[in-house]
Every structure is written in structure tokens, then in C-alpha cells.
């Protein structure tokens, strides 16, 4: 069949030629229509066709070609030569279509012979199968008729080989059973259980032929003998447990037991309870019939009679008992739910006192542990099954002996005590001696949270759900009244100290990082569905803030020393000072404040996040305050802005030593950049405002602000008169727009200290205008020159206002961490005089007609400058002023 097919067209060429052959007419046409596109008229030296698409088009027009081919009567001469090409070109076209006529007629003939072909082998194919099958089912009967016999035969083989394995079985039984009954009254347990189970395991081959009446006689005379011994058994056990065990019955009782276990697990289970009940039968006719016995004054001899009579199991009988029967804990189980049962009843008909109940509690809790470590398991946590390190099944099985579950719903009593016992607490530690910065905080503090955290283990060991719960929101509200009336108290109290504040401050640090190790150990101890509900973020968050008002005090501390040390600058009469000589009297008066307070709130400081934080606002709040004086001596002249900044560099040296040995260069950075603003603002003043030019230039180039507000407040502070300010601000536009036309990122928009100083206006102390701390009443009042006195007339409420000094998002590095070699120095001899020399240079390089003062002459002085100067002394200058 396949040789047949190999020698016809393949089927996709024989559907080729039959689709040929039907488009043929359809290709004829368009061969034709073709023909005027192959054979265009050539006219004006153009060819003009008509596009395929239109001569293969269904709906074709002749007359359209046509007008395309004789567009003209002109073109008509050429009518001849194109009918001739046509007519070629049709002849072309018959021919081809007679070809494919002949090859489509020889493609149906192969096609067709190919196709009978096919069919011939497939019905020889077909008429083979059968008769394949035909000869397969005579073999099969064939097979059939000669095993039939032999099959037969093996079923008769199978059947002798089963009855007589069951006749043997049957003797087998029968010898076993009979010997059984013979041994039944010997009380030779041991062999009558070896017995017993070959009886019983020969049964069970039985079961399906108990519809025979011999064999269902003889499985309930089997039933019947195991019955008997098991009373025989439970008989031994009675009298010998009422008359006292010798060695020998032991043995005879350890033998019965293994007689029981092969009776199965209701014989086990009987003896079981018979023991346990007779063991504490005694215990609960004493304990239960009773009323004093069973009280919980009692509960220690409860304990002792149960731990007697599980030493008495182990010690005699637990070699009678097979391990696999687990006696020990179903003795210890039972005797804990009488127990517990007991305690409930006790309990419901007269409530305890907190003291009997936490110490009968104990008790439990102790008995517990002394069962845990009998049982081989650990000890329990709490009375809780929801906390439990153990697997489900370790917990269902150690549930029995929680005999202090029984106390659960009387554990708000313990919570209430410790209510009481935190009140008492409090009301302790606010009649306590204030202590001295000896101690690293309040010793109340250390005591608080000691024993909150010994009571929460204690709590833990009671329960570790909705009690240890309550007691955690009794620890938060003492917390808050810590913070309250121990702590932010000290500060509406009337006068505190410097050694108060930082006393408070070092306690606020030491709660609060406590509080958040109370909270994870809580969390630790804790039932899963109350983890989620300890938080003490409020009170962690009420110390933070306590921290950051008290580091606030201390800073307005070291302000008001600066106040009252930069009050003498109002006496000198800065508009009409003439020449600058040394530094002036009020410096002296500030450096030696500010050590003096300093060195006694840093020494005592400690941390070195406390002391960088409180050196930080320090020079802040210097700046700020220095500068609010600058207003208040205006107008200052060029000579008293020298002078000034005399001034400044011999404040700043004071700065920089006030750590001591501890200054760092980031502390010296922060220092050169707070004083650096002073010194831009004094390096403006000290240049004349004539030519206004060469005066905008030098502000531009050295403050680099934009702000017209700002310039205005220069020109108020240098005592220019208003009538200058139109000019003086029409300059100054004009350079500041061609300064950002220029680089439009070359100025701020505002200077950071010009932007917060007040100019008009101001009537009010510098400290109170710019530093932000003091309140009307004043809040350091007394703490000047060294003064002992105490900070007097703090108030606010009893929470902290001040930002927390320190928290996890906000870590610097430690400024205060490593000694550094880089402190500043007094300026060394001749600085003044130099600098005295370039500030002149400057002035009168601004005031010389012709002469106008950009920005590059000034980078040539004060480059000049630095170059007379020490690495220390050079900051006194920088070279643009910005900070």
C-alpha cells in the first residue's frame, strides 16, 4: 500500500492542480487585461498605464482604458501597431491556458488511480485483521478446554491445604484452652498470661467462623475464663493492698498485672482506678470532709499528705505497675483535680484575703514546680495553658495537675495590692531627701523599677494573661505620676538648681530607657494575645520630653549669664567710639560667666550626648542673643564694628575652651559656623556706605543675600538715615539683578541671621527677643555671677515642652568623644594692629572716588589678611561670610 502511494502526486500538489485548473478562465481574463499594461502606448516620450488594480478589478471598464490609451485623435496612429502586439500576446495566452488545461486532466487521472489504489490495501488490511482475531479466540478456547482440569485441581489443593490448617489451629486452641483452665487456679499468672495470649491470638483466626455453633461455644467459654481471671487478679490486689505486701506478693501482683495488660485495656483501666482510688481515698475523706482541714490555711499539709502519697508510689509500688500503664501521672492527675476541685469549692463559699490567697498561691505554684520535675517536665510559667513552650500534647497532658487555676478569677486581688503597695511608693519617694549628683540618678527611680520588674515576674509565674495584663497598665499609670509628681514637679515647685535640673535630667534618661526594657520583657512574658496591646511609647515619650526641657533650662541658664554679662555693652557709646583698642570690659565679664556656669553644668553633665547638645544650643542661643544686642547699640560705626569684632574673636576663643580637654573639631565647626554669621554681619557694618556702590558690592560679596528686607535692617543698624535708603536700595537691586543674571545661584534668599533679627520695634531684652526660652516672669532669675541661688519662678505644666535631646532618629556624631589639639588661641601679637591696617585699607579703597570696590579687591584683602594670620585666627574672617 505505501509503495502504491510513493508512485502518485503528493496530495498538496494534487489540490494545487485542481485549484489551477478552476481559476484558469478567471487568469485568462486577467492575463488579457494585463496585456494593455505590458504594451502601453508610448506617447510624448512618456509611457501611460492604467494600475493593476483597475485591470483586475470585477466591475472593469474597457472605455476607461481605452480613453487612457488614445487620449487624442493623434494617438490613434498608433492604433495598428498595438492591436499587432495584442493579438501576439493573446495567441501567448491560449497556449499557456491549454498547458495547464492538459496538466490539471493528467493530475485527476494519477490522482484517481493513486486513490484506488489506497482503497484496495485497505480492505486486504482489514480482511487480515479479521482473520487475526479469528485464530486468537480458537487459540484461547483451545488453551481453555486443556487447563481446565489443572485449575481444578489447584482449587482442590488450596481448599485441603486451608481446612486442615484450621483443623491444626482448632487442636492448637482447644490443648491452650484446656491447659488455661487448668492454670486459671493455680495463680501462676506469668504463665497463665503466656497462655492466654496464645489462646487469644489463636481466636482471632476464629472470628469469621463464629456462625459455627462449636465455635462460637468455645469463644464464650474463652470470654468467660478471662472474666474470671480478672476478678482473681483485682481479688489479689484488694487483700494483699489491705493485709501489706510482702516480697512475694509483689511478685505475685507485678505477674497479675502482666495477666491484665493481655486482657486488654479495660482490665488495665479498672485496676488503675482501683489503685488511685484507694490511695486517696484516706486524703479526701480527710481534706473534703472537714472544714478546717480543707481550708487554705491547710493547704501546706494538703501538699505534704499528696507528696507522701506519690513517695509512697514510687518507693513500693511502682515496681508492681508496667512504666507502659503511666500510673505516676494519672496518680499525681487525679490527686491534683481532687485538689483543685476542692480549692474552687473552698474559695467560692468564703473569699480569701489578698495575703492568704498570694500565699497559698505560692503554695501551688511551689507544689507545681515539685510535680514538673517528678513528672520529667519543666516547669510551667504561669497557671496559663495559652503561654506554654510546650506542643498541644505536652499541654493537654500537664493541664491535670494546674491546681492553681483554681485561683485565676481571685487574681485582681493581686493586682489591687500592688496598686496599693505603688501608691504607698509614690507618696515615699516625694517626701525623700533631694540626693546628690553623686548618685547617677534618683535612687527612688532604681527602686521603682526594681520592683516592677520583680512583681512582673512574680505576676508571670501567677498568670500570664488578662492579670499580667491589668498589672502592666497598673506600671504605666505610676509611671506617668513618676514623671509627674517625682520629676516635672521639681520644676513648679518654686526655686531649683542647676544640680536639681541635671539630676532630673539624668533620672528622665535613665526611665526612659528602662521603661522600653520593661516593655520587652512584658512582651516576653506575656500571652500571644495580649502582646500587641503592651506599649509604654506615651510615658518612654513624656521622659524624652523631660530630658529636652530640662536641657533647656540649663541652656537659658548659661543665657542669662550672657544677658546680664551683654548688658554692659548698652553703656559704651558705640555710634561716636573713634578708635578700637582691646577687648572691652563686658568680655572679660562673659568669658569668665560663662566658664564659671559652664564648667559646672558640663562637669556634671556626663554623657557626652548631654554635653554636646547642651555646648550645640549654648552657642545657638549666643549668637542669636549677641546679635539682638548689635540692634540694641545701634548705629554702629565702622570703628565700633571693628571693635566688635575684637570683641567676638576673643568671645569665640572662650567658646571653644568652655568643653576643655574634650573639644572636638566638630565642636569647633559648629562654633566657626554660629560665630562665623556674627562675624559676616560686623564685617558689613564696618564698611561706609559712600560710594552706595562700592557699599552694595562689599554686602553682596560678603552676606550673598538677596533680601531687601535684610539690607534694610544693615542700613537700620549702621544709623543710615532714611532719606539714603531709596538710593541705597536702588543699588542694590540693580547689582542683585545682574549678580543672578550672571549665576542666578550666587545669592540666598535670605541670610540666616539677618532673616530672624528684629531691628524696629524692639524694646525688649535681646535674650527675651531672640533666644526663645525666657517667659514673662523670667525664667532663671538668681543664677548670675556664680550665684548659689536657685532658678527661681519656673512654672508650666507637668509635662515636658522641650524637644527630646536625644532619640534613635536623631544620632550625631559625639562632639565630645576625643580630645583635639586645634583650640583656640588669644591673637597673637600684631593680629590687631594688621588687621586694623586692612580694615582701613578697605574703607577708604570704598570711599576714594574712581575707585569702586568689587568684589575681587576684596577677596585680595582678606586673602592678604589670612595670609598674616594663624590657622586659629584666620577664621576671623572667611572669605564670602557665608556661614
Given at each position: 500500500m505505501v509503495g502504491a502511494m510513493s508512485?502518485?502526486?503528493?496530495?498538496?500538489?494534487?489540490?494545487?492542480?485542481?485549484?489551477?485548473?478552476?481559476q484558469t478562465s478567471t487568469s485568462a481574463s486577467v492575463l488579457a487585461r494585463q496585456a494593455a499594461v505590458r504594451y502601453g502606448v508610448m506617447h510624448g516620450g512618456e509611457s501611460e498605464r492604467l494600475p493593476a488594480s483597475q485591470l483586475t478589478a470585477q466591475d472593469y471598464s474597457p472605455t476607461d482604458h481605452l480613453d487612457a490609451l488614445f487620449p487624442?485623435?493623434?494617438?490613434?496612429?498608433?492604433?495598428?501597431?498595438?492591436?499587432?502586439?495584442?493579438?501576439?500576446?493573446?495567441?501567448?495566452?491560449?497556449?499557456?491556458?491549454?498547458?495547464?488545461?492538459?496538466?490539471?486532466?493528467?493530475?485527476?487521472?494519477?490522482?484517481?488511480?493513486?486513490?484506488?489504489?489506497?482503497?484496495?490495501?485497505?480492505?486486504?488490511?482489514?480482511?487480515?485483521?479479521?482473520?487475526?482475531?479469528?485464530?486468537?479466540?480458537?487459540?484461547?478456547?483451545?488453551?481453555?478446554?486443556?487447563?481446565?482440569?489443572?485449575?481444578?485441581?489447584?482449587?482442590?489443593?488450596?481448599?485441603?491445604?486451608?481446612?486442615?490448617?484450621?483443623?491444626k489451629r482448632l487442636q492448637m486452641l482447644i490443648s491452650a484452652f484446656d491447659q488455661l483452665q487448668r492454670l486459671a487456679s493455680s495463680k501462676k499468672y506469668a504463665e497463665t498470661a503466656s497462655l492466654l495470649s496464645a489462646v487469644l491470638q489463636l481466636m482471632t483466626h476464629f472470628k469469621a467462623y463464629r456462625s459455627i455453633p462449636q465455635i462460637a461455644v468455645l469463644s464464650q467459654e474463652i470470654a468467660d475464663l478471662q472474666r474470671s481471671l480478672l476478678e482473681q487478679v483485682a481479688s489479689d490486689f484488694e487483700g494483699y493492698f489491705s493485709t501489706g505486701l510482702s516480697p512475694q506478693t509483689r511478685i505475685v501482683l507485678t505477674q497479675g498485672c502482666q495477666l491484665v495488660e493481655v486482657l486488654g485495656d479495660g482490665p488495665k483501666e479498672r485496676i488503675s482506678t482501683w489503685y488511685i482510688n484507694s490511695q486517696l481515698r484516706e486524703y479526701r475523706n480527710v481534706f473534703r470532709g472537714h472544714e478546717e482541714a480543707g481550708s487554705l490555711d491547710n493547704l501546706s499539709r494538703r501538699y505534704a499528705w499528696l507528696k507522701r502519697v506519690f513517695r509512697s508510689y514510687e518507693d513500693e509500688h511502682a515496681q508492681i505497675f508496667p512504666e507502659s500503664w503511666h500510673l505516676q501521672e494519672q496518680l499525681i492527675r487525679q490527686g491534683c483535680e481532687s485538689t483543685k476541685?476542692?480549692?474552687?469549692?473552698?474559695?467560692?463559699?468564703?473569699?480569701?484575703?489578698?495575703?492568704?490567697?498570694?500565699?497559698?498561691?505560692?503554695?501551688?505554684?511551689?507544689?507545681?514546680?515539685?510535680?514538673?520535675?517528678?513528672?520529667?517536665?519543666?516547669?510551667?510559667?504561669?497557671?496559663d495553658s495559652?503561654?506554654?513552650?510546650?506542643?498541644?500534647?505536652?499541654?493537654?497532658?500537664?493541664?491535670?495537675?494546674?491546681?492553681?487555676?483554681?485561683?485565676?478569677?481571685?487574681?485582681?486581688?493581686?493586682?489591687?495590692?500592688q496598686d496599693q503597695v505603688l501608691s504607698g511608693m509614690l507618696a515615699g519617694y516625694r517626701s525623700a531627701p533631694w540626693p546628690t549628683l553623686d548618685e547617677p540618678a534618683l535612687p527612688s527611680s532604681a527602686d521603682l523599677f526594681y520592683f516592677y520588674l520583680t512583681t512582673t515576674t512574680q505576676c508571670a509565674e501567677i498568670s500570664t494573661g488578662a492579670p499580667l495584663w491589668e498589672f502592666a497598665k497598673v506600671m504605666a499609670k505610676y509611671l506617668n505620676q513618676y514623671h509627674d509628681l517625682i520629676l516635672a514637679s521639681k520644676y513648679s515647685n518654686g526655686v531649683v538648681t542647676v544640680e536639681e535640673i541635671i539630676m532630673v535630667l539624668r533620672t528622665a534618661e535613665y526611665c526612659s530607657e528602662t521603661t522600653l526594657q520593661l516593655e520587652e520583657r512584658i512582651k516576653q512574658l506575656i500571652s500571644p494575645p495580649f502582646v500587641e496591646r503592651i506599649t509604654y511609647q506615651y510615658q518612654h515619650s513624656q521622659f524624652l520630653s523631660l530630658m529636652g526641657r530640662s536641657m533647656d533650662l540649663l541652656v537659658s541658664h548659661l543665657d542669662r549669664v550672657v544677658d546680664t554679662a551683654l548688658r554692659d555693652m548698652l553703656k559704651i557709646s558705640w555710634s561716636s567710639m573713634s578708635e578700637s583698642g582691646d577687648q572691652s570690659q563686658y568680655v572679660s565679664l562673659l568669658s569668665a560667666g560663662l566658664l564659671r556656669e559652664g564648667k559646672r553644668v558640663l562637669h556634671n553633665l556626663g554623657k557626652d550626648r548631654f554635653i554636646r547638645s547642651f555646648c550645640d544650643r549654648l552657642v545657638e542661643n549666643f549668637v542669636r542673643c549677641y546679635s539682638g544686642y548689635i540692634v540694641k547699640?545701634?548705629?554702629?560705626?565702622?570703628?565700633?564694628?571693628e571693635q566688635m569684632l575684637l570683641d567676638i574673636y576673643s568671645i569665640?576663643?572662650?567658646?571653644?575652651?568652655?568643653?576643655?580637654?574634650?573639644t572636638t573639631a566638630a565642636y569647633a565647626a559648629i562654633v566657626s559656623k554660629q560665630i562665623g554669621r556674627l562675624e559676616t554681619l560686623l564685617k558689613v557694618l564696618h564698611v561706609s556706605v559712600n560710594p552706595p556702590e562700592g557699599f552694595v558690592a562689599n554686602y553682596?560679596?560678603?552676606?550673598?543675600?538677596?533680601?531687601?528686607?535684610?539690607?534694610?535692617?544693615?542700613?537700620?543698624?549702621?544709623?543710615?538715615?532714611?532719606?539714603?535708603?531709596?538710593?541705597?536700595?536702588?543699588?542694590?537691586?540693580?547689582?542683585?539683578?545682574?549678580?543672578?543674571?550672571?549665576?542666578?545661584?550666587?545669592?540666598?534668599?535670605?541670610?540666616?541671621?539677618?532673616?530672624?533679627?528684629q531691628v524696629l520695634g524692639d524694646a525688649r531684652s535681646p535674650v527675651e527677643s531672640h533666644s526663645g526660652i525666657f517667659s514673662k516672669d523670667g525664667l532663671l532669675g538668681g543664677l548670675t555671677h556664680g550665684s548659689a541661688g536657685g532658678i527661681a519662678g519656673i512654672g508650666g505644666g507637668s509635662h515636658g515642652l522641650g524637644s527630646p535631646v536625644h532619640s534613635p532618629v536623631h544620632e550625631r556624631q559625639s562632639y565630645f568623644r576625643s580630645p583635639s589639639t586645634a583650640q583656640a588661641r588669644p591673637p597673637p601679637e600684631g593680629v590687631k594692629q594688621s588687621m586694623q591696617s586692612d580694615l582701613s585699607s578697605l574703607q577708604s579703597r570704598s570711599s576714594t572716588p574712581g575707585m569702586p570696590l568689587d568684589?575681587?579687591?576684596?577677596?585680595?584683602?582678606?586673602?592678604k589678611l589670612f595670609s598674616k594670620r594663624s590657622s586659629s585666627a584666620a577664621s576671623l574672617f572667611q572669605g564670602n561670610g557665608n556661614p
Open positions: 508512485g502518485c502526486w503528493p496530495a498538496r500538489d494534487f489540490h494545487h492542480v485542481y485549484e489551477h485548473a478552476q487624442s485623435l493623434e494617438s490613434l496612429s498608433l492604433l495598428p501597431r498595438i492591436e499587432s502586439k495584442l493579438i501576439r500576446h493573446e495567441i501567448q495566452l491560449r497556449h499557456a491556458i491549454a498547458e495547464m488545461q492538459e496538466r490539471v486532466t493528467a493530475n485527476k487521472e494519477i490522482a484517481a488511480e493513486c486513490v484506488g489504489r489506497v482503497e484496495e490495501k485497505l480492505k486486504l488490511l482489514h480482511d487480515e485483521i479479521s482473520t487475526t482475531q479469528a485464530k486468537a479466540g480458537q487459540a484461547e478456547d483451545f488453551v481453555s478446554s486443556v487447563t481446565k482440569e489443572i485449575r481444578r485441581l489447584d482449587t482442590a489443593k488450596r481448599n485441603v491445604a486451608a481446612t486442615m490448617t484450621i483443623v476541685e476542692d480549692l474552687v469549692t473552698v474559695m467560692a463559699r468564703s473569699r480569701p484575703n489578698i495575703k492568704l490567697l498570694l500565699q497559698a498561691l505560692q503554695e501551688t505554684l511551689d507544689f507545681e514546680r515539685y510535680l514538673g520535675e517528678r513528672m520529667g517536665a519543666a516547669p510551667r510559667a504561669s497557671i495559652v503561654k506554654s513552650v510546650h506542643s498541644d500534647a505536652s499541654d493537654k497532658q500537664q493541664r491535670g495537675y494546674r491546681i492553681s487555676e483554681a485561683f485565676e478569677p481571685y487574681l485582681n486581688l493581686f493586682v489591687d495590692m547699640c545701634k548705629p554702629i560705626n565702622e570703628v565700633a564694628a569665640k576663643a572662650t567658646l571653644l575652651n568652655l568643653p576643655g580637654a574634650e553682596i560679596f560678603i552676606i550673598a543675600d538677596a533680601s531687601v528686607g535684610n539690607f534694610v535692617k544693615v542700613l537700620d543698624i549702621k544709623g543710615v538715615s532714611r532719606q539714603q535708603h531709596g538710593r541705597l536700595i536702588d543699588v542694590f537691586n540693580k547689582q542683585v539683578n545682574a549678580a543672578r543674571r550672571e549665576d542666578p545661584a550666587s545669592l540666598d534668599n535670605s541670610h540666616p541671621l539677618l532673616d530672624k533679627l568684589g575681587r579687591f576684596v577677596e585680595r584683602q582678606f586673602g
